[in-house]
């Protein structure tokens, strides 16, 4: 557990550095490319929109699922934009973490005047 909590502080020292150089106020989309050339400056292995298959009473199901950053096969980082983090979208990482076994998510919510007040830490 200990190296998913090295792991998850790496993250969130990408996407602080992202918020530091962009600020809030943009699209989603824009973290996303940005954090991404982030975590590859910072050698991080990452899947970027990475398909989930739902599996439904053992069939595997394409519902056109993505998460946003999938990293080290080992922790689901979910990007928000938003006025403000609803129910639903912890609500969502929740249920992308028991679809993949992953063990770790984070919830990364751009659209704040600090990050680490936008950073939620889930586990499964």
């Given at each position: 557990?200990?190296?998913?909590?090295?792991?998850?502080?790496?993250i969130?020292?990408?996407?602080?550095?992202?918020?530091?150089?962009?600020?809030?106020?943009?699209?989603?989309?824009?973290?996303?490319?940005?954090?991404?050339?982030?975590?590859?400056?910072?050698?991080?292995?990452?899947?970027?929109?990475?398909?989930?298959?739902?599996?439904?009473?053992?069939?595997?199901?394409?519902?056109?699922?993505?998460?946003?950053f999938?990293?080290?096969?080992?922790?689901?980082?979910?990007?928000?934009?938003?006025?403000?983090?609803?129910?639903?979208?912890?609500?969502?990482?929740?249920?992308?973490?028991?679809?993949?076994?992953?063990?770790?998510?984070?919830?990364?919510?751009?659209?704040?005047?600090?990050?680490?007040?936008g950073?939620?830490?889930?586990?499964?």
């Open positions: 557990m200990l190296y998913l909590e090295d792991l998850t502080e790496k969130i020292g990408a996407a602080i550095e992202v918020h530091r150089t962009l600020g809030p106020g943009l699209l989603e989309s824009a973290y996303q490319e940005c954090l991404a050339q982030e975590l590859t400056l910072r050698k991080v292995p990452f899947a970027k929109e990475k398909n989930l298959p739902v599996e439904y009473k053992g069939i595997h199901v394409d519902c056109g699922y993505r998460i946003d999938l990293i080290d096969n080992q922790v689901i980082v979910e990007l928000k934009a938003v006025e403000a983090v609803l129910p639903i979208h912890r609500a969502q990482l929740i249920t992308y973490l028991k679809l993949t076994g992953c063990k770790v998510g984070l919830l990364i919510n751009f659209n704040v005047q600090q990050l680490i007040k950073i939620e830490r889930l586990a499964n």
